[in-house]
């Protein structure tokens, strides 16, 4: 069964902390992995892809890391702000005609003052 | 530029009755997909359109269907709702269905059935 499935399910972290989300997915055939970041209520924003000969990409203050043998992946969140508040969803994109994307449940993150 | 763009936001319905979501996706965008997100849960496939013809269809009953028209929005319609209806419906839009294309979502329409 294609899945995608995430850890921790909720994250509580001091602003100015880092932390990393995981992310491990069963999907195949396997195209690319996304990660997502979505506000309360809000339609998610991408913050990255990686296919699978991408091992490390960043977009600012987000590193994602991808390790395709053993089908897990890494969201690093460096020198956490309040507006990183939100739901980070790793979404993964099966290949074919169809490319359905796959979402995990999400890792709600709350970053306190 | 404008983001994907979908009406209405808010809706409440009761259960038996119709429903029809729409969207707009970004100017040049030919492909829209559409997803129903239950709260608490990761948005969940439902249809895929490309130039006005289905490309996809996920795991869900024959009382949703959908449409896209020559300027590339979209509609989805659920007939007979019910109670497990209530979720957040995604609309993302595409320049086309390339495997490492972006999609872009629009804000959802939150569904409520009573």
């Known amino acids: 069964k294609n899945q995608v499935e995430q850890s921790p399910q909720s994250l509580i972290i001091l602003e100015g902390k880092n932390c990393t989300l995981q992310c491990n997915y069963t999907v195949s055939p396997f195209s690319n992995l996304r990660w997502y970041k979505q506000d309360t209520g809000r339609g998610p924003v991408s913050l990255t892809i990686m296919t699978f000969s991408e091992n490390t990409k960043s977009n600012g203050r987000y590193t994602a890391t991808l390790d395709a043998d053993t089908k897990q992946s890494s969201l690093h969140i460096t020198a956490s702000q309040l507006s990183d508040s939100a739901s980070y969803i790793c979404?993964?994109?099966?290949?074919?005609?169809?490319?359905?994307?796959?979402f995990g449940k999400g890792t709600k993150l709350s970053v306190k003052p | 530029d404008a983001g994907v763009t979908q009406s209405p936001t808010h809706l409440i319905k009761t259960r038996g009755q119709q429903v029809t979501l729409r969207c707009s996706p970004i100017?040049?965008?030919?492909?829209v997909s559409w997803y129903q997100q239950v709260l608490g849960q990761g948005p969940q496939f439902i249809f895929q359109?490309?130039?006005?013809?289905?490309?996809g269809r996920g795991n869900f009953p024959d009382r949703f269907s959908a449409r896209q028209f020559p300027n590339y929005s979209s509609e989805l319609n659920v007939n007979a709702l019910l109670l497990g209806d209530s979720a957040l419906y995604l609309c993302?839009?595409?320049?086309?269905?390339?495997?490492?294309?972006?999609?872009?979502f629009g804000q959802g329409t939150r569904l409520t059935v009573v």
């Open positions: 359109y490309y130039e006005k013809e289905e490309r």
């Open positions: 100017s040049g965008h030919k492909s």
């Open positions: 993302a839009s595409s320049p086309w269905t390339g495997m490492n294309t972006e999609a872009f």
């Open positions: 979404v993964v994109r099966m290949s074919g005609s169809q490319g359905n994307l796959i």
